[in-house]
């Protein structure tokens, strides 16, 4: 069987010898203005019935501090 050398993937690279992509680089987009409405009704499933800083006010109402560990 053939020997071969030992492979030097895993070795680190100094900087001189890694090449950078060159070119235009990173295009920008174009601004888009979105409608709130549009925005609220897309992320309206993903929202859940919390209840209100008053409802949770009054549960806590005939609760005992925490005993600790």
Same mark, same amino acid.
């Given at each position: 069987?053939?020997?071969?050398?030992?492979?030097?993937?895993?070795?680190?690279?100094?900087? +001189?010898?890694? =090449?950078?992509?060159? &070119?235009?680089?990173?295009?920008?987009?174009?601004? #888009?203005?979105? =409608?709130? #409405?549009?925005?609220?009704?897309?992320? @309206?499933?993903?929202?859940?019935?919390?209840?209100?800083?008053?409802?949770?006010? +009054? #549960?806590?109402? &005939? @609760?005992?501090?925490?005993? &600790?560990?």
């Amino acid at each position: 069987m053939e020997e071969k050398p030992p492979s030097n993937a895993s070795k680190p690279l100094s900087l +001189a010898e890694i =090449d950078f992509p060159t &070119g235009d680089g990173p295009k920008s987009h174009s601004t #888009r203005f979105l =409608d709130p #409405r549009e925005v609220e009704k897309h992320f @309206a499933p993903l929202l859940k019935n919390r209840p209100s800083p008053e409802q949770r006010w +009054a #549960r806590k109402s &005939g @609760a005992s501090a925490f005993p &600790g560990l």
